[in-house]
């Protein structure tokens, strides 16, 4: 069974870093392409980052910069690490994978991920 499984949610000053983590099971990280997702109360979820299956990132303008996706094959866990974070990254952050579709890379729109994560609440306090 395909399972992804995000933590590392939580509360943080403007300005400060959090790292998430996605443990995922049921395959492993060289099968999948994986993405970042965030969703706000008022809007649909939006991609942050992509960790292609050769180990190539993609990253939205939103987050360029500040936010650094990666993957552990051995721990077959990707991270989000988000540095100078603002209120305005407060969100719902969602891992996912796209499985079965090979040619999928740099993509951030939803349509290629089939499989996500239940989501960790990030809040950024001014």
């Known amino acids: 069974e395909v399972q992804l499984v995000e933590s590392g949610g939580g509360f943080v000053q403007a300005g400060g870093s959090l790292s998430l983590s996605c443990v995922a099971s049921g395959f492993t990280l060289d099968d999948a392409t994986i993405g970042w997702f965030r969703q706000f109360p008022w809007r649909e979820r939006d991609g942050l980052a992509c960790?292609?299956?050769?180990?190539?990132?993609y990253y939205s303008n939103s987050v360029k910069g500040r936010f650094a996706i990666s993957g552990d094959n051995a721990k077959n866990t990707v991270y989000l690490q988000m540095n100078s974070l603002m209120p305005d990254d407060t969100a719902v952050y969602y891992c996912?994978?796209?499985?079965?579709?090979?040619?999928?890379?740099?993509?951030?729109?939803?349509?290629?991920?089939?499989?996500w994560g239940q989501g960790t609440r990030v809040t950024v306090s001014s």
């Open positions: 996912a994978a796209s499985l079965g579709m090979p040619w999928v890379r740099d993509r951030l729109d939803l349509g290629p991920f089939n499989y």
């Open positions: 960790l292609n299956k050769d180990g190539t990132t």
